[in-house]
C-alpha cells in the first residue's frame, strides 16, 4: 500500500506559486525527519527542502528564500510552499520520511518514498 502520497504539482508561469502537500499513512511509525527531493530528466535527484520533528530546517540554496517547507506532526502531513518559482525548478518532486526506531538496542533507519508529482515552470 501507498505510504506517503504527494499532491499540488501542476503548471505555472515563472514568478508564479504552488503548494505541494505530503501525506504518510498511518502504518509509518516513529518519523523523525521528512524533506522534499526533487529530479529533472538527465539529473540525479537532490534535496530541496528537510524538516525535524522539532521544526528545523534546512534548503538547497537554489531554493532558500523562496521555498518554505513545514509540517503537522499531528496529521503526518508535510507542505512546500514554492513562490517565485523558475524555470529552473521543473522537475518531479518526491517526498520523504525517515524512521528511527531501536529493536533489540540495534538502530534501524527506514527511508520512505512517495510516487512524485510534476511541477513545470514555463516561462
Known amino acids: 500500500q501507498e505510504q506517503l502520497v504527494e499532491s499540488g504539482g501542476g503548471l505555472v508561469q515563472a514568478g508564479g506559486s504552488l503548494r505541494l502537500s505530503c501525506a504518510a499513512s498511518?502504518?509509518?511509525?516513529?518519523?523523525?525527519?521528512m524533506g522534499w527531493y526533487r529530479q529533472a530528466p538527465g539529473n540525479q535527484r537532490e534535496l530541496v527542502a528537510g524538516?525535524?520533528?522539532?521544526?528545523?530546517?534546512n534548503y538547497a540554496d537554489s531554493v532558500k528564500g523562496r521555498f518554505t517547507i513545514s509540517r503537522d506532526n499531528a496529521k503526518n502531513t508535510m507542505s512546500l510552499q514554492m513562490n517565485s518559482l523558475k524555470p529552473e525548478d521543473t522537475a518531479v518532486y518526491y517526498c520523504?520520511?525517515?524512521?528511527?526506531?531501536?529493536?533489540?538496542?540495534?538502530?534501524?533507519?527506514?527511508?520512505?518514498w512517495g510516487q512524485g508529482t510534476q511541477v513545470t515552470v514555463s516561462s
Open positions: 524538516i525535524t520533528t522539532g521544526g528545523s530546517t
Open positions: 498511518g502504518s509509518i511509525f516513529s518519523i523523525n525527519l
Open positions: 520523504n520520511a525517515v524512521s528511527t526506531v531501536l529493536r533489540g538496542g540495534v538502530r534501524i533507519t527506514r527511508n520512505y
